[in-house]
């Protein structure tokens, strides 16, 4: 069990939390004039590292916002939460 | 090698067991091989295999970075069944199934295949017309499926909870009486124990660091144990997909989870079938050693740590336990994870790449056991003929840029 740290709500378990993928992929401002290949990497292809992890979460039973998270996708340690806005670390 | 037989039983056992054969032997590895196979869990064994036996390669290489087997090939819960939603993935798991058939036989192996029959369970109107419309596609690509009732179930399986007043009540099944498990470690060794016999180097605790290209062709990889040349590569990485993708610069579609089972203290036999349940997920069969083997989801989030968290294995046993009540008083007796790379369309990847030479074979999810020979078997047909048998023609990487996915996410009879 993850223990998770919210910007807005502080530390609590990895049950109040929605996982919400890889962080940082954004929604390109205009899909038609992209090429497939460039259209399949934002719909699907994700860096998916051996390590640090720059990923999304949503306290989901709680607060219900997003944010940020870098998350060691080995030893599991979460080494610091964010707000998406202001990029914010608590 | 010395083939297995009941009379070479009984040949060692006069002689004290003193002179029985190594199954593999352990080379050291050589500067140049024709195909150099990345990953020596049971799917490259296989493709090794295959290589050697249907298509006469020879001065071939297995290079695994810890030890044959220890990866998913050892993590998971042995099922084995074909009865898949889309024709381009049925038929490419009942290839599979059919060698699966007849592998001990093939490899002088006992890999305990047992086809004791599969049970997916449907709790909801909904659930039993998708059974419906599964098994009607599953019989009309000629694979064994029928639609049992609850009475036929609580029958073959009298420990089940089949009363209309539980929780999530028991409508229905299908039922793939050829679908069954095989034992894993066995399949990764008669694998190996074949495969040498073709004169393929097995090289455990092998690591590879890099793939070396030159002008878009594959000529040769780095590894913890020296460089090696070769203009063939296939990688078969269960759990790695992303990290050996990126020594190539290419970037996948795949994002590896944790994904946790256990087993319970041994029992007497109570459980003579696999039960699967998508609504209350949770998969449950019992081993010839008696224990419980009981499976479920994935973890949410990524992850390479080969372990997940408490909370999913608590949801697993919450839905074995609605199935199977008196199982509340077992007592588990080891749990484990592996990490298993989901494609967004649930199906794997057996592929050229835009790098001649260089091939893949991974991206099989929560259900790569079942595949084990099958998916050597047609790797072996894209490297040795630089194209993609039929069977295995959907599953290539372009598919994720042309849109043509074989979504079997919630339709392959388990919610992955």
């Given at each position: 069990?993850?223990?998770?740290?919210?910007p807005?709500?502080?530390?609590?378990?990895e049950?109040?939390?929605?996982?919400?993928g890889?962080?940082?992929?954004?929604?390109?401002?205009?899909?038609?004039?992209?090429s497939?290949?460039?259209?399949?990497?934002?719909?699907?292809?994700?860096?998916?590292?051996?390590?640090?992890?720059q990923?999304?979460?949503?306290?989901?039973?709680?607060?219900?916002?997003?944010?940020?998270?870098?998350r060691n996708?080995?030893?599991?340690?979460?080494?610091?939460?964010?707000?998406?806005?202001?990029?914010k670390?608590? | 090698?010395?083939?297995?037989?009941a009379?070479s039983?009984l040949?060692?056992?006069?002689?004290?067991n003193?002179n029985?054969?190594?199954?593999?032997?352990?080379?050291?590895?050589?500067?140049k091989y024709?195909?150099?196979i990345?990953?020596?869990?049971?799917?490259?064994?296989?493709?090794?295999?295959?290589?050697?036996k249907?298509?006469?390669?020879?001065?071939?290489?297995?290079?695994?970075?810890?030890?044959?087997?220890?990866?998913?090939?050892?993590?998971?819960?042995?099922?084995?069944?074909?009865?898949?939603?889309?024709?381009?993935?049925?038929?490419?798991?009942?290839?599979?199934?059919?060698?699966?058939?007849?592998?001990?036989?093939?490899?002088?192996?006992?890999?305990?295949?047992?086809?004791?029959?599969?049970?997916?369970?449907?709790?909801?109107?909904?659930?039993?017309?998708?059974?419906?419309?599964?098994?009607?596609?599953?019989?009309?690509n000629?694979?064994?499926?029928?639609?049992?009732?609850?009475?036929?179930?609580?029958?073959?399986i009298?420990?089940?909870?089949?009363?209309?007043?539980?929780?999530?009540?028991?409508?229905?099944?299908s039922?793939?009486?050829r679908?069954?498990?095989?034992?894993?470690?066995?399949?990764?060794?008669?694998?190996?124990?074949?495969?040498?016999?073709?004169?393929?180097?097995?090289?455990?605790?092998?690591?590879?660091?890099?793939?070396?290209?030159?002008?878009?062709?594959?000529?040769?990889?780095?590894?913890?144990?020296?460089?090696?040349?070769?203009n063939?590569?296939?990688?078969?990485?269960?759990?790695?997909a992303?990290?050996?993708?990126?020594?190539?610069?290419?970037?996948?579609?795949?994002?590896?989870?944790?994904?946790?089972?256990?087993?319970?203290?041994p029992?007497?036999?109570?459980?003579?079938?696999?039960?699967?349940?998508?609504?209350?997920?949770?998969?449950?069969?019992?081993?010839?050693?008696?224990?419980?083997?009981?499976?479920?989801?994935?973890?949410?989030?990524?992850?390479?740590?080969?372990?997940?968290s408490?909370?999913?294995?608590?949801?697993?046993?919450?839905?074995?336990?609605?199935?199977?009540?008196?199982?509340?008083?077992?007592?588990?007796?080891?749990?484990?994870?592996?990490?298993?790379?989901?494609?967004?369309?649930?199906?794997?990847?057996?592929?050229?790449?835009?790098?001649?030479?260089?091939?893949?074979?991974?991206?099989?999810?929560?259900?790569?056991?079942?595949?084990?020979?099958?998916?050597?078997?047609?790797?072996?047909?894209?490297?040795?003929?630089?194209?993609?048998?039929?069977?295995?023609?959907?599953?290539?990487?372009?598919?994720?840029?042309?849109?043509?996915?074989?979504?079997?996410?919630?339709?392959?009879?388990?919610a992955?």
């Amino acid at each position: 069990m993850l223990l998770i740290n919210c910007p807005w709500c502080g530390e609590r378990d990895e049950t109040d939390f929605s996982y919400g993928g890889e962080g940082g992929i954004t929604r390109p401002l205009d899909p038609c004039a992209l090429s497939d290949a460039e259209w399949a990497d934002y719909l699907f292809m994700r860096s998916n590292p051996r390590g640090p992890h720059q990923e999304l979460w949503n306290h989901s039973q709680g607060c219900r916002r997003w944010f940020g998270a870098e998350r060691n996708t080995v030893t599991y340690k979460i080494a610091a939460t964010y707000e998406l806005q202001s990029g914010k670390q608590n | 090698m010395k083939k297995y037989s009941a009379f070479s039983l009984l040949r060692n056992a006069i002689s004290y067991n003193r002179n029985w054969q190594r199954a593999w032997r352990c080379p050291e590895p050589r500067r140049k091989y024709n195909v150099v196979i990345v990953g020596g869990g049971g799917h490259g064994l296989a493709t090794a295999y295959y290589l050697a036996k249907e298509h006469g390669v020879r001065n071939i290489a297995v290079l695994e970075k810890g030890w044959i087997g220890g990866g998913n090939t050892g993590r998971n819960t042995t099922i084995v069944r074909s009865n898949y939603l889309w024709t381009e993935a049925s038929l490419l798991y009942e290839k599979s199934l059919k060698l699966w058939e007849g592998l001990s036989q093939d490899l002088n192996y006992n890999v305990m295949f047992s086809q004791r029959g599969v049970y997916n369970l449907g709790h909801s109107l909904q659930d039993m017309r998708d059974i419906e419309r599964r098994v009607g596609a599953n019989r009309l690509n000629g694979i064994d499926a029928e639609v049992v009732t609850p009475e036929q179930i609580k029958k073959a399986i009298p420990l089940i909870n089949t009363s209309a007043n539980a929780r999530y009540p028991i409508l229905g099944a299908s039922l793939q009486r050829r679908g069954g498990v095989a034992r894993h470690d066995a399949i990764a060794w008669g694998f190996a124990r074949a495969a040498d016999a073709y004169g393929v180097d097995i090289i455990q605790q092998c690591e590879v660091t890099g793939l070396n290209r030159d002008s878009g062709r594959i000529t040769g990889l780095e590894t913890t144990r020296g460089s090696i040349q070769t203009n063939k590569v296939g990688v078969v990485v269960a759990g790695n997909a992303s990290v050996l993708a990126s020594m190539a610069e290419l970037r996948l579609p795949i994002e590896s989870h944790p994904l946790q089972a256990l087993v319970s203290e041994p029992l007497k036999p109570v459980l003579d079938s696999v039960v699967m349940s998508n609504a209350v997920h949770g998969y449950i069969s019992q081993s010839d050693k008696g224990d419980l083997v009981i499976g479920a989801g994935i973890d949410a989030y990524t992850g390479y740590g080969q372990r997940g968290s408490f909370h999913t294995i608590e949801h697993a046993l919450q839905a074995i336990i609605e199935l199977f009540p008196s199982f509340s008083r077992v007592r588990m007796l080891r749990m484990w994870g592996g990490t298993v790379d989901i494609c967004p369309d649930a199906c794997p990847i057996i592929s050229k790449t835009p790098i001649d030479g260089l091939y893949f074979n991974f991206g099989w999810g929560t259900g790569g056991f079942k595949a084990t020979p099958g998916s050597g078997w047609v790797f072996a047909h894209t490297i040795a003929q630089d194209r993609p048998h039929e069977l295995n023609a959907p599953f290539n990487l372009e598919r994720f840029t042309t849109g043509a996915l074989v979504d079997e996410h919630g339709a392959a009879a388990v919610a992955h």
